[in-house]
């Protein structure tokens, strides 16, 4: 699976990015995927997920009710819708692939890049003040 992200910008705090995941290769649809973002400095710090079904999403504290995350099986891609974007939002935004096959979902296994089977390159998300 090849993953390549897109959407990624500058931006005023308070505004909306929609962020997309293009995906490519192997059946993507077997997989969960999320959004993970790093700061210069930090580690990458798990954003949302989808399970491959898009049957139910999980969320980090810190982003729950500004950020969603769907996808389109049709098209191989998953989305990350964001609002009200805040200055601490600044980061290079991930999107990573899970194979559901050999991974249970839970939300130990979902926030550890450890158990990600595929990686995008990775787009910059920029929120000025």
């Known amino acids: 699976v090849q993953l390549v992200e897109s959407g990624g910008g500058l931006v005023q705090a308070g505004g909306s990015l929609r962020l997309s995941c293009a995906a490519t290769?192997?059946?993507?649809?077997?997989?969960?995927a999320s959004w993970f973002r790093q700061a210069p400095g930090k580690e990458r710090d798990f954003v949302a997920a989808?399970?491959?079904?898009?049957?139910?999403?999980y969320y980090a504290d810190s982003v729950k009710g500004r950020f969603t995350i769907s996808r389109n099986n049709d098209e191989d891609t998953v989305y990350l819708q964001i609002n009200n974007l805040r200055t601490e939002d600044t980061a290079v935004y991930y999107c990573?692939?899970?194979?559901?096959?050999?991974?249970?979902?839970?939300?130990?296994?979902?926030?550890?890049?450890?158990?990600?089977?595929?990686w995008g390159q990775g787009t910059q998300v920029t929120v000025s003040s």
């Open positions: 990573a692939a899970l194979d559901s096959s050999a991974t249970m979902w839970s939300n130990v296994a979902l926030t550890s890049t450890a158990n990600y089977n595929y």
């Open positions: 290769g192997r059946a993507f649809r077997r997989y969960h």
């Open positions: 989808i399970t491959w079904s898009a049957s139910m999403t």
